[in-house]
């Protein structure tokens, strides 16, 4: 049994690493950093089997220095308990607009004006501000809606893989992993089935637009397209309800207390991106590390009461981002 930071792996398979990107708003001295190695981390021929280079670092260098898309530099740490140590400590903060200076602010790449409510969404605040969200949208995932969602989704599954059996062929990602979370995320932000084609082709231009500064200006107008659709759907739902997950984030109340019209709009932008990337990922590199491991395979055919577990281990074996955590630097 292979153990990772005191996690037991019961399978034996590899555990990728976890990571953490810093960015420094202060000189800090950093040791382990190394000029022999050079690579492009958001590269799809670095993405594709990252792992040889992450077991270097872990061995080498457990402090890398890396350049971003955007042409910032950063570090990737790679050590398990170091990142646990990084993300654990106060002094490390995920809203660059709370904690670094004007000056600093004005050297980070452009944003536009109207996407700013979607850069302060909930994972990237701090403290009390991410506790405020998180309590704010736990009121609307209440466990009837959760049920729901359960039904839906075996539901659609089965009715996805019937398609499969009559063509008697399929392409995984195009006939079941991409339909399935889209379709899911429109039907229960409340989207008009006629307008669900135009939803799946915005998913499609935000996942383009985190390539690169090209994929984000290339994808800006159908980006635009969607503030504006979801902005309409938020006014729509605050005059006449609806019994959606958008109207219960509307509804949400915490101490008087309830979400904006831009913190709707970053929720709806996060469940869209986060559900639907993550899920296609997921069931992707899953299936291809099961058909690699035959044995685990058939251990899984022929106990299904493990499926559980093997989501979570599947989880841990290949995730489905290849986006490390990241972290600013704060001076104390």
């Known amino acids: 049994m292979a153990t990772v930071g005191g996690i037991a792996n019961p399978t034996g ?10 960015h420094f708003s202060e000189p800090v001295l950093v040791f382990g950093l190394s000029g022999s190695m050079s690579v492009n981390i958001t590269s799809p021929v670095f993405k594709a089997d990252p792992f040889p280079f992450y077991a270097r670092l872990r061995a080498e260098t457990p402090v890398f220095t890396v350049k971003l898309p955007d042409k910032r530099t950063a570090w990737l740490i790679t050590r398990y308990d170091d990142v646990v140590a990084v993300l654990k400590d106060e002094r490390f903060a995920k809203d660059r607009f709370k904690v670094l200076s004007p000056g600093q602010l004005a050297k980070q790449p452009w ?3 109207s996407f700013m409510p979607l850069v302060h969404n909930m994972l990237d605040r701090d403290g009390a501000d991410h506790v405020r969200l998180r309590a704010l949208v736990h009121k609307a995932f209440t466990p009837r809606v959760v049920e729901q969602m359960r039904l839906r989704i075996e539901s659609l599954t089965n009715k996805l893989f019937d398609a499969v059996e009559r063509r008697g062929k399929m392409d995984l990602i195009r006939d079941f992993a991409l339909p399935l979370p889209t379709t899911i995320i429109a039907e229960v932000l409340g989207v008009d089935p ?3 084609h135009k939803f799946h082709r915005w998913s499609s231009s935000m996942l383009v637009a985190t390539s ?3 994929g984000l200006l290339r994808a800006l107008p159908q980006i635009m397209a969607f503030m504006r659709y979801i902005r309409k759907l938020i006014r729509s739902r605050c005059a006449v309800p609806r019994d959606d997950l958008i109207t219960m984030l509307i509804q949400a109340e915490e101490s008087g207390d309830k979400l904006s019209e831009d913190e709707l709009l970053a929720m709806v932008f996060l469940l869209l991106f986060a559900g639907h990337e993550t899920t296609v990922n997921l069931i992707g590199n899953a299936t291809l590390a099961l058909l690699g491991h035959p044995r685990e395979f058939e251990k899984l055919r022929r106990d ?6 093997a989501v979570e281990e ?3 074996f290949d995730g489905p981002l290849e986006t490390p955590r990241s972290a600013l630097r704060v001076r104390i």
């Open 304 to 309: 299904p009461a493990l499926m559980k577990s």
């Open 13 to 22: 398979f590899a555990i990728p690493i976890e990571c953490a990107i810093l």
């Open 111 to 113: 944003i536009p004006e």
């Open 212 to 214: 690169s500064k090209w």
């Open 194 to 196: 006629r307008d669900r």
């Open 314 to 316: 599947l989880l841990r």
